[in-house]
């Protein structure tokens, strides 16, 4: 279903989607951003780059965080049973206070807000990077279904101050599932999201300032553009994620610009010898070739138009 392809219009001087007036021999390659193809795809890239960063922590010092809200606190944190971002930032300032304080510790992390199935309760998961508990704050809880040990935390708890937080390690073989996990929602696109009726925040994911992994990509960055791909955690070929390729594009480093030079001419070859193929396969001429692009573009957003209603 993906990717798109995008002709250039000879009167905006610009790239668009169903151009009235295409350079047939003018295109770009890109995802549509909406199919199931399309959000796998996202998920298993933010998985990759949890992944790569983990080396630069040590065991034990990635954390994946449930925050849980009480009654008493709901109103507090929630206001109108919808999504709050303010109080979760004043509890990232308060526990960066104690650890940088206390400990000279800096952290990063990746939040996901989101509403629970059963009740459509607002909470908050985390990933926390840069952060080890001390044995004695942690009270062991039970196991999740894929068999992680969870945790409650004392200390997070008591700068938390609205209810129950849970934790449990994050190693190369749970960043996956962790990070595909809290993204199950982040990846809607419309902006009308409703709960029991009631119009809502729609779920978000916040990202750290500096690209997840990026550390791993530039000491690595010459093998993987000149391979292509990266491996997962099953030792499954995967697409760069696309946070390293914007990075490459606008960086100033002459040597990744030259790698980077040659892995986008390899994949623009690979396209027009594709294009050879299905045109020697189906005897398609250039202007059939578009028509059928933009028929397999209205295929799709009918498709995606079936999956918005599916809204919790």
């Avoid at 080396?55 to 809200?69: D, G, I, P, R």
């Amino acid at each position: 279903m993906s990717p798109l392809k995008i002709y250039w219009d000879k009167i905006e001087h610009k790239f668009l989607f169903n151009s009235k007036n295409p350079d047939l021999w003018h295109y770009a390659i890109v995802p549509c951003g909406r199919c199931p193809d399309c959000k796998k795809k996202w998920r298993t890239q933010l998985a990759q780059r949890v992944r790569y960063e983990l080396a630069n922590y040590a065991q034990n010092e990635v954390w994946f965080v449930h925050l849980t809200v009480n009654d008493d606190y709901i109103d507090e944190v929630f206001p109108d049973g919808s999504l709050h971002h303010a109080y979760f930032q004043k509890f990232m300032k308060r526990l960066r206070r104690r650890l940088d304080y206390h400990e000279g510790k800096k952290i990063k992390y990746l939040v996901c807000g989101e509403y629970g199935h059963k009740n459509g309760r607002p909470h908050f998961h985390m990933i926390l990077f840069g952060y080890r508990p001390k044995d004695s704050d942690l009270k062991f809880y039970g196991t999740s279904k894929k068999k992680y040990n969870m945790y409650i935390d004392k200390f997070l708890e008591e700068v938390w101050g609205a209810g129950f937080v849970k934790v449990g390690t994050v190693d190369e073989h749970t960043a996956p599932y962790m990070a595909k996990y809290m993204v199950k929602f982040g990846e809607i696109k419309q902006d009308d999201f409703v709960i029991k009726g009631k119009k809502v925040r729609k779920p978000y994911l916040v990202y750290p300032k500096k690209i997840l992994g990026l550390d791993y990509f530039l000491s690595n960055y010459e093998q993987i553009l000149n391979l292509g791909y990266v491996l997962d955690s099953r030792g499954r070929q995967v697409g760069i994620p696309r946070s390293f390729l914007k990075y490459c594009e606008n960086t100033e480093n002459i040597a990744i610009q030259e790698c980077y030079k040659l892995y986008k001419a390899r994949c623009d070859l690979l396209i027009k010898e594709q294009n050879k193929e299905l045109m020697n396969k189906y005897n398609l001429h250039y202007f059939d070739i578009y028509d059928w692009v933009l028929q397999q573009g209205k295929i799709r957003r009918e498709i995606y138009d079936s999956f918005k209603n599916v809204n919790r």
